[in-house]
């Protein structure tokens, strides 16, 4: 069985702080995607990574996938309150039509 | 808008009753995906369909079943309920045609099912 774990699960920061949130898997995918899903709503794609190694940088967002395609990360510099929300990774299963989801972070930033 | 569409957005029933949820994947997507999420908790994927087939399961309970009709909408039954049962229950659409390639997922805003 596959599983994605995240943490930290809960993060409260400042407005202006930098943070980074783990996804950590003893799996291989062969590709790891983020979401962030606010209230109400269904999880949105913030971006895929493939390649072992890979780096992907989004506005303040930055994104990397371990060597080994088992884990990711992403940090985020100088948090706005905006950025509130779950953020999730998941991980698509080699030769599967499966994507797993983590556990999600819940990222409170406050003003 | 992510152009998946589901059906009700909201569900109170008792236990034991059996519910059906709709899902109307965006125009032209094949693939349709079924996810639960409790509270505060991430997504357990439940269920795949590429174009009327079964492609992939996860853990999917016995008394929960699920179909994609040639139109392509999916439904999602769910059976006997019980008060676990109770969670958020989102539908993707991915237009990956047939290969292991995911792609992105487009979320409806899900069904919230109580049950009492």
């Known amino acids: 069985t596959q599983l994605l774990e995240q943490s930290p699960q809960f993060l409260s920061i400042q407005e202006g702080e930098n943070l980074t949130v783990y996804c950590n898997s003893s799996?291989?995918?062969?590709?790891l995607q983020w979401y962030r899903q606010e209230p109400g709503e269904g999880p949105v794609l913030l971006v895929t990574?493939?390649?072992?190694?890979e780096v992907k940088k989004l506005k303040r967002l930055t994104f990397q996938f371990g060597d080994a395609r088992k884990d990711s990360s992403l940090h985020i510099t100088a948090a706005q309150p905006g950025d509130t929300g779950l953020y999730l990774c998941a991980g698509e299963v080699i030769s599967s039509y499966k994507l797993i989801f983590g556990s999600g972070t819940r990222l409170l930033v406050r003003p | 808008d992510s152009g998946v569409t589901q059906t009700p957005k909201h569900l109170i029933t008792a236990t034991g009753q059996r519910v059906t949820l709709r899902c109307s994947p965006r125009s032209g997507d094949l693939s349709v995906y079924w996810y639960q999420q409790s509270l505060d908790q991430g997504l357990q994927f439940l269920i795949q369909?590429?174009?009327?087939?079964?492609?992939a399961k996860g853990n999917i309970l016995e008394r929960f079943s699920a179909q994609q009709f040639p139109d392509l909408h999916s439904e999602l039954n769910l059976s006997s309920l019980e008060l676990g049962d109770s969670a958020l229950y989102f539908c993707?659409?991915?237009?990956?045609?047939?290969?292991?390639?995911?792609?992105?997922?487009?979320f409806g805003e899900g069904s919230r099912l109580t049950v009492l």
């Open positions: 369909y590429y174009n009327g087939e079964e492609r």
């Open positions: 993707a659409s991915s237009a990956a045609l047939g290969t292991a390639n995911t792609g992105e997922l487009f």
């Open positions: 799996s291989v995918f062969s590709s």
């Open positions: 990574v493939v390649t072992g190694g």
